[in-house]
């Protein structure tokens, strides 16, 4: 059973426009959402992150909305740019017993900005 | 964000033949990860281990295919045994330096099995 459900699957916005990225969980033992960022041929790369006490968090051009009661968040990029386009990843972590703590990964979103 | 290292970056091995991913972190942490990942698909996790306590292996992971050491806080290997190519992947390992602390990667190891 996929736990965080990521959509869309790909993504194509012009310069200069907004990307959006939703995702969605059932687990409410989840208490902490981190976005990765992947290009190719490398790991992940923390983006943003949000706990489930704030309903946004803003890094420069990138946001995470939050909302609690509909167990959905998402990442808005603002201004994209083709630097931008890469994998990008939502996550959900919660805590797994004796100070552990499990990360679950949505599928993915590739997102391409062109020119 | 602490660095990590992963060795070796690619390898391409024989069926029936064991490889040894080492993963090595340049500041002490609590808890490491190592993940798979198919290319283009999303990251599975195969186990977690932290130091002082045996490996946490996930539901499709055992530890005679997955062994894995954690010496200490800096180092984790993950070895890959008598590898078939459904073993084909990218293996990723991950750090946290404690607690529900964000998790950051290493940038993988590429395996092909012929």
């Known amino acids: 059973q996929q736990q965080v459900k990521q959509s869309p699957q790909s993504l194509i916005v012009q310069k200069g426009g907004i990307s959006i990225i939703n995702c969605a969980y059932e687990n409410t033992a989840f208490d902490y959402f981190p976005w990765y960022q992947q290009f190719p041929g490398k790991g992940p790369a923390l983006l943003i992150a949000?706990?489930?006490?704030?309903s946004e968090k803003k890094e420069g051009r990138f946001t995470i909305s939050f909302n609690k009661s509909a167990k959905q968040f998402s990442l808005h990029i603002m201004d994209s740019q083709p630097g931008d386009s890469a994998t990008y990843f939502c996550a959900a972590s919660r805590p797994t017993g004796a100070g552990s703590y499990q990360l679950t990964f949505g599928k993915g979103t590739k997102l391409s900005v062109i020119p | 964000s602490a660095v990590i290292s992963q060795k070796p970056s690619r390898d391409i091995c024989q069926r029936g033949t064991s490889l040894t991913i080492q993963c090595q972190v340049d500041?002490?942490?609590?808890?490491m990860f190592w993940y798979r990942q198919q290319p283009g698909q999303s990251l599975t996790l195969i186990a977690t281990?932290?130091?002082?306590?045996?490996?946490?292996?996930e539901s499709g992971f055992v530890i005679d295919k997955f062994p894995i050491s954690r010496p200490n806080l800096t180092f984790s290997t993950l070895t890959v045994s008598n590898m078939s190519p459904e073993d084909s992947s990218i293996y990723l390992c991950?750090?946290?330096?404690?607690?529900?602390?964000?998790?950051?990667f290493g940038d993988g190891t590429r395996l092909s099995i012929l």
């Open positions: 991950s750090v946290a330096s404690t607690g529900n602390q964000p998790q950051h």
């Open positions: 281990a932290n130091q002082g306590s045996e490996a946490t292996y």
């Open positions: 500041s002490q942490v609590t808890m």
């Open positions: 949000i706990r489930p006490d704030v």
